[in-house]
């Protein structure tokens, strides 16, 4: 099965792709791990993405795409995958479905996570990472990793203001898919501000069709 994950950033997509990942066998593809990798790496990609990603704007259709397309030609994909984190616009959206049509594949089903913006806000800004062992944690955990004892860290996009300018953009490029894949029938929307554990019930009936 191929699977979309659509919400705004901090809806807890990565959190539910990760739990597929783990039920279900599926390939997580997720477009800001991508582009982090490749800024961190300093390829020529994601030294301009950088400059998107700092200031909240989305990165342009045609990295984007061509990120994607590599990816989807992956062996490893064939089994089904989720998409978390595109498409992003309508237009990468057919973009998508014509790489896809490529491939003889299509989308089996598009989860809409909704949360609310000010939740978000609060989620994102107090989310840290290590640099050392690249875990992902809260404010809440102090200072230091509890794992490998490195200095936590704040991603330059996880500033309010950026976080505010980020679901302001989503709100004016993103949510837009929200109609393009109702109209394709394959829509689900969820109340991603439940626990995790309530909401990926949902995702589970929703992926087995129940």
Not at 21 to 40: E, F, P
Not at 89 to 100: F, G, P, V, Y
Not at 155 to 176: C, F, I, M, N
Not at 182 to 193: A, Q, T, Y
Request: charged fraction near 30%; glycine fraction near 10%; hydrophobic fraction near 35%.
């Amino acid at each position: 099965m191929n699977v979309i994950l659509l919400g705004a950033p901090g809806s807890g997509k990565g959190t539910q792709a990760a739990k597929l990942v783990d039920t279900y066998a599926m390939v997580h593809i997720s477009t800001g791990d991508m582009l982090r990798a490749a800024v961190s790496a300093g390829t020529t990609l994601g030294v301009e993405a950088k400059k998107y990603m700092d200031s909240g704007e989305l990165v342009p259709d045609k990295m984007i795409i061509d990120l994607i397309k590599d990816r989807l030609g992956k062996d490893d994909t064939g089994g089904g995958f989720i998409l978390d984190g595109f498409p992003r616009s309508t237009s990468q959206a057919i973009a998508l479905d014509e790489q896809l049509a490529e491939l003889s594949r299509s989308i089996d089903v598009a989860i809409a996570i909704d949360i609310d913006p000010e939740t978000i806000v609060k989620r994102i800004c107090s989310r840290r990472f290590c640099p050392a062992c690249g875990r992902t944690t809260t404010a809440s955990e102090g200072d230091t990793c509890i794992i490998c004892g490195c200095k936590l860290e704040a991603r330059a996009d996880d500033k309010e203001e950026v976080v505010r300018k980020r679901l302001e953009v989503y709100e004016q490029s993103t949510a837009p898919l929200i109609d393009y894949y109702r109209g394709k029938g394959i829509l689900h929307s969820i109340d991603g501000d439940r626990p995790v554990d309530t909401v990926w019930a949902d995702v589970q009936k929703i992926v087995s069709g129940n």
